[in-house]
């Protein structure tokens, strides 16, 4: 097997298959198996890509523990911020939920309610991550007042991207941009599979992905033996 780094631009149909354009060079191929994730959405304010590794994160998943003991704010209102409180709530000292609207799901939150060390600050907006090396807050408009949170972690979860820009064109696409696929992990196109977050699976989980993989590879086998 070899591996070829390079991010794909553009994937087309030709006669005996596909072609996969990158940045600098084309590679033919008979079948194709999309794997390309999810991109989180961003705030696009001052400081979240100068501060991203030094205090802002989008995975409560993997970053909870960096937290320990420490004063975060979770920017999002939905079941994935939500959910990121209830990763962080057994590390941080103080959980700030900033938020327009609460969105996620009612029972989500009832359960928040009843963490003490969890502050919602609804009908809020994010202007600015701040800070010197790392973060050490973050400005919030609230009621037309600007104040400063005193955090030393902000968690973006306002939601993911599937990374499909590449294919838009080719395979058919979900109302959430997701690869449509079947049970097989077949596209629309005949030859094309995708496996992982960048489909229509609901679950979206590393070991779930793993696996879809393995079956996306298996049905490509038995497709390219047809």
């Known amino acids: ?5 390079g991010d794909a631009k553009e994937i087309k149909k ?4 596909f072609e996969v354009v990158t940045n600098d060079k084309s590679y033919e191929t008979k079948t194709v198996i999309i794997a390309s994730g999810k991109t989180p959405r961003h705030l696009d304010i001052p400081g979240e890509e ?5 205090g802002v994160a989008y995975c409560a998943v993997c970053d909870s523990p960096y937290f320990n003991g420490k004063d975060v704010a979770i920017i999002g209102g939905g079941n994935a911020a939500l959910d990121a409180v209830f990763h962080l709530e057994n590390y941080a000292n103080k959980i700030y939920l900033v938020v327009r609207n609460l969105t996620a799901e009612p029972f989500l939150i009832e359960r928040i309610k009843k963490i003490g060390k969890v502050e919602v600050l609804t009908d809020t907006k994010v202007l600015e991550i701040v800070g010197d090396k790392s973060v050490s807050g973050v400005r919030i408009e609230q009621d037309g007042k600007q104040k400063i949170l005193n955090v030393q972690g902000v968690f973006v979860e306002i939601g993911q991207v599937p990374n499909t820009k590449f294919v838009n064109n080719l395979v058919k696409l979900n109302e959430s941009e997701e690869i449509i696929i079947d049970k097989d992990n077949m596209t629309n196109v ?3 599979f995708a496996a992982g977050d960048v489909t229509d699976v609901k679950e979206k ?3 779930i992905s793993a696996g879809e993989g393995a079956k996306a590879v298996l049905s490509a086998w038995d497709y390219l033996k047809r």
């Open 190 to 192: 005949p030859g094309i």
């Open 205 to 207: 989980q590393i070991v």
């Open 14 to 17: 030709i006669n005996n298959g």
């Open 1 to 5: 097997m070899k591996v070829k780094e």
């Open 50 to 54: 100068k501060f991203l590794g030094s």
